[in-house]
């Protein structure tokens, strides 16, 4: 086993160009030029040259401001000329179980308001975004498709592309038109609170299903479907370097030379920017201590003017108020450097007003906030939204409530579940199981959809629900029953693992509790979880034991691979539970049913201080290497590893 472990670490290590990088600038670096699959269309931009002339002051400033509907009226919408809404995670029009009427009439009212006409003003149809990063995961009921880590194991573009044309459906059912989606993230460093964000710590992989994704939410010319009604606007986010900080600290410093940051961290841009996504979301990291909000050469330079970018930078969540010099109400830093629509959640009535004032002043040139302007006109224009396409009682899709989660939709996350999964261990071939055994499943997470799907899920952190707020999903227990339904075999569920009757086999399922960004940020990998005294009882009762690893990175976790005959990385799997138990049994002639695909696209640590630790790292000796994944044809007993 030792023998292939290294053969197969010497050929990813020299597929790739992967490496540690000093802190060097570099400022005559060539950034890759984009091609964009929409083309520059000159009707179009004579459209937007005539209505930037018929705007006023007022107007232009308004479109550069996104505000979230928890603290803006669809009145000021049309009094502020405001350009965009958004709708931040955990946020709903009125409740969390709002239903799909009262999310299409809200997004009705913004859009009228947007386009009333007193006094003549310019109309001009508001978008609407929305963290919809794994499904539409504001919205309860909906599909949840694994979040990025879980979809950069499946290796399956195609797979990715049909999560983007669900979640964008979902979406346009609602009203709304634009995802701030794909996240593009190259995470570096495990113990950063985002990895689950990233497809992974490879750079040719994030590019191969960034590309993917957004053809799935937009849409793409050659398909002759680009922003069809069931279509979204895509955003690739967050521009740059946000999974390469140091110490893996959300919103830190990326502290590598500009050949690293463009090495490491532009791929996913190149291969989104290329399949068509119009707007790019800037990060709340610094580069080398700068922050990327006010950073004119990357926004400007390397983004607009040498990678060929047309389509408008998004601010992030009051990211302006951390660039020096600024607050929350004020940026004209922000919007020099590059950002064309600021995300002012709460403080937009004042930044509108001193942004009115900066502009009158000469702090913003007239040339900039054109230019920005601009930018957002085009995107709203080639999305189709002075259209029909944009107006939420007329699209084709917006309203029909039965799209939300619908079975074929929950297929696709089923699929996608089934992919994912990683076998990192099958000692004495344990798995498949027979439906027709006695088991006893287990573990904080077996019945918990809250730990299955992570943050971002109905809420922003993804904690404070329960299973009541995922109508329609399986939770890996339900998929268990549900596999064995039609067999002899029995299931016995305690939460502690307690049995009356000796199974033939347990499945312990355990993992992190949700959480999203900064609060999910840890000192080290080590995890340990009251489920490892499970774990220890079943060991010393000699029962083979199957463990089920919920988790939003690798961690180190030898110990429980220690003590489990059988060991599965499910990642956060979302609402379809039920593909996991695909995969764990046979099938009704005892055959496989469905056959492990996925690999790692992190490297898994040998050690909890093991971070960072990266494939073409000098040294590199994780306890599974990148792309390290069993299936039902390998009969590789594994060592009892030590526990460093």
């Known amino acids: 086993m030792k023998i292939i ?23 005559a670096l060539q950034w890759p030029r984009i091609f964009s699959a929409i083309d520059v269309d000159p009707n179009l931009e004579r459209r937007i040259a005539s209505l930037l002339s018929e705007m006023t002051l007022k107007e232009k400033v308004g479109q550069i401001i996104q505000p979230e509907i928890k603290n803006v009226s669809p009145a000021e919408v049309t009094k502020y000329h405001l350009g965009s809404v958004l709708s931040a995670g955990g946020s709903y ?69 049909a999560i983007g044309e669900v979640t964008a459906r979902e979406v346009s059912v609602t009203g709304l038109n634009w995802a701030f989606a794909p996240t593009v993230a190259v995470a570096r460093n495990q113990r950063w609170g985002r990895t689950y964000e990233s497809y992974s710590e490879n750079p040719e992989l994030v590019a ?32 740059i370097g946000d999974g390469g900080t140091t110490n893996g600290i959300d919103q830190g410093d990326t502290e590598l030379d ?144 039965q799209i939300i989660g619908h079975p074929k939709h929950r297929a696709i996350a089923r699929q996608a579940v089934r992919e994912s999964i990683v076998l990192l261990k099958n000692n004495d071939s344990l798995l498949p199981l027979s439906p027709t055994s006695r088991i006893l499943v287990t573990g904080a997470g077996a019945d918990n959809l809250v730990m299955q799907s992570g943050g971002w899920t109905v809420t922003w952190q993804g904690d404070n629900t329960s299973n009541v707020d995922f109508p329609g999903a399986t939770s890996i227990l339900h998929g268990i029953k ?82 489990s005959t059988a060991f599965i990385a499910a990642w956060l799997p979302g609402s379809e539970g039920q593909g996991i138990a695909d995969v764990i049994f046979t099938d009704d002639s005892a055959g496989i049913a469905y056959d492990f695909q996925g690999k790692i696209s992190f490297s898994w640590p040998k050690s909890a201080d093991q971070a960072p630790h990266n494939l073409g790292d000098n040294n590199y000796q994780p306890l599974f290497p990148y792309g390290y994944g069993l ?12 526990e460093q």
């Open 93 to 161: 029009p009125a409740k969390r179980h709002s239903d799909i009427i009262t999310w299409v009439a809200a997004a009705n009212q913004f859009y009228q308001a947007s386009i009333k006409h007193p006094n003549k003003r310019t109309a001009i149809p508001i978008i609407w975004g929305v963290d919809a990063v794994h499904g539409h995961n504001n919205v309860v009921g909906a599909t949840i498709f694994p979040h990025n880590i879980g979809l950069g194991a499946t290796r399956n573009s195609n797979l990715i592309r």
């Open 482 to 563: 549900s596999a064995i339904s039609h067999s002899t075999g029995v299931v016995d569920y305690h939460s502690q693992g307690e049995y009356k009757v000796k199974p033939d086999v347990a499945i312990v399922v355990f993992g992190e509790q949700a959480y999203a960004e900064a609060k999910g940020d840890i000192e080290d990998l080590f995890f340990k979880t009251d489920d490892f005294k499970i774990l220890e009882r079943l060991y010393r009762d000699g029962i083979p034991t199957v463990s089920i690893l919920l988790s939003g990175r690798p961690l180190f976790v030898t110990e429980q691979i220690n003590r």
């Open 258 to 401: 500009e050949k690293a940051l463009r090495d490491l961290h532009v791929q996913g841009y190149v291969a989104a920017l290329d399949a068509g996504a119009q707007t790019v979301m800037a990060s709340f990291n610094s580069w080398n201590g700068n922050k990327l909000h006010g950073n004119h050469y990357l926004l400007t330079h390397v983004l607009k003017e040498q990678m060929g970018f047309d389509g408008f930078v998004i601010g992030d969540w009051n990211g302006h108020e951390q660039v020096e010099g600024c607050s929350a109400q004020s940026c004209s830093q922000a919007i020099n450097a590059g950002v064309d629509m600021i995300m002012v959640p709460d403080d937009w009535r004042a930044f509108y007003k001193n942004t009115l004032r900066q502009v009158k002043k000469g702090e913003i040139s007239t040339a900039r906030l054109n230019d920005a302007v601009s930018r957002i006109l085009r995107v709203k224009l080639r999305a189709g939204l002075f259209t029909e396409t944009g107006n939420p009682l007329k699209n084709a899709f917006s309203g029909r409530a």
């Open 631 to 642: 299936n039902y044809t390998d009969q590789t007993n594994l060592p009892w590893f030590v």
């Open 208 to 239: 191969q299903l960034a590309g993917a994704m957004v053809v799935g939410l937009q849409g793409h010319p050659s398909r002759g479907d680009l922003f069809a009604d069931d279509k979204v606007i895509a955003t690739a986010k967050h521009f």
């Open 5 to 27: 472990f290294s053969l197969f670490l010497v050929f990813l290590i020299s597929s790739f160009n992967l490496y540690s990088p000093q802190v060097v600038a570099n400022d």
